[in-house]
């Protein structure tokens, strides 16, 4: 019976792993139960051809005990001649109820967060992407120190 078993969630692991042709790097950091507002999360990005075109994403794994209904990054990428592009993000995290949007069918959900559409990656070295949150209460300058609910901070590109 294990082995029966065993050979159906192989059979599953591939499968879910074969419909994923257009993702071409996906990485996830874990950030325990709360984000503090200096940790910032960063990816090395593999050797992309500069000949494709790429949809960049930043992926979010929250859980319930996250308070607020949208979610404030910024993002910046580091080219190879060290140019950094510096974006601030606003991302909706719930719905009006309040339930958590993203996908997942626990009270962890994962939402995948467009970045930016049709990216070329034109120039040969290092890229680096590095991702802090930058939520504020309403109201008040100082920003969240540790931002509840967020467990882990991913990155993920796509062929276009």
């Known amino acids: 019976m294990k082995i029966k078993n065993s050979f159906l969630f192989l059979l599953l692991a591939l499968v879910v792993i074969s419909c994923d042709k257009k993702s071409v790097f996906d990485e996830y950091k874990s950030v325990d139960t709360s984000w503090h507002k200096d940790t ?23 859980n319930n005990d996250y308070p607020y209904n949208n979610l404030f990054l910024i ?12 974006d601030t993000l606003e991302y909706q995290m719930a719905n009006p109820d309040g339930t958590l949007m993203g996908e997942g069918f626990s009270d962890i959900k994962l939402s995948k967060l467009l970045y930016k559409e049709n990216v070329s990656f034109d120039l040969k070295g290092d890229y680096t992407v590095k991702i802090q949150h930058a939520n504020r209460q309403t109201g008040k300058i100082v920003g969240v120190e540790n931002l509840k609910g967020v467990t882990d901070v991913g990155f993920r590109i796509e062929l276009k």
């Open 40 to 62: 910032i999360v960063s990816f090395k990005l593999p050797q992309l051809d500069k000949a494709k075109k790429y949809n960049l994403f930043v992926n979010i794994r929250n």
């Open 75 to 86: 993002v910046s990428m580091e080219q190879p001649n060290k140019k950094v592009i510096v």
